[in-house]
C-alpha cells in the first residue's frame, strides 16, 4: 500500500526553526521526485520546495534562503528543515511524490501525504 507521511509539525516561535520529514512505503522512493507544498486557511495550495530523483532542488521565492531539502533514499524519506520561520509560513504542510516528478507544479505529483500542520506565533 502506497503511502506518504509527514512528521515534524507543531508550534514554534518567529524566528524558530522546524525539520519536517516525509517517509514513503509501498513504491520504488529512488525514481520519484518529492515536493512540499503548504496550505494556510483561505488561501489556495502553493508550492514550497521539491527534489528531483536526481537531488535537484527548488524553492519557492518566499522561502529561498530559509528553507532547505533533502532527501534520504535509504530511508525512503525527504526532509524539509524550515529557519528563521516568520508567521506567514503558518500552514498545513503537504508532502507529495510523483515518478520522476520535479518542480513546484501540484500537478506533477500523484502521491500525497495527510498533512502536518506548522504554526508559526508568538
Known amino acids: 500500500q502506497l503511502q506518504l507521511v509527514e512528521s515534524g509539525g507543531g508550534l514554534v516561535q518567529p524566528g524558530g526553526s522546524l525539520r519536517l520529514s516525509c517517509a514513503g512505503s509501498?513504491?520504488?522512493?529512488?525514481?520519484?521526485?518529492v515536493g512540499w507544498f503548504r496550505q494556510a486557511p483561505g488561501k489556495e495550495r502553493e508550492g514550497v520546495s521539491s527534489?528531483?530523483?536526481?537531488?535537484?532542488?527548488d524553492f519557492a521565492s518566499s522561502v529561498k534562503g530559509r528553507f532547505t531539502i533533502s532527501r534520504d533514499n535509504a530511508k525512503n524519506t525527504v526532509y524539509l528543515q524550515m529557519n528563521s520561520l516568520k508567521p506567514e509560513d503558518t500552514a498545513v504542510y503537504y508532502c507529495?511524490?510523483?515518478?520522476?516528478?520535479?518542480?513546484?507544479?501540484?500537478?506533477?505529483?500523484?502521491?500525497w501525504g495527510q498533512g502536518t500542520q506548522v504554526t508559526v506565533s508568538s
Open positions: 527534489i528531483s530523483r536526481y537531488g535537484v532542488t
Open positions: 507529495a511524490a510523483g515518478y520522476y516528478a520535479y518542480g513546484l507544479k501540484s500537478s506533477r505529483y500523484g502521491y
Open positions: 509501498g513504491f520504488t522512493f529512488d525514481d520519484h521526485g
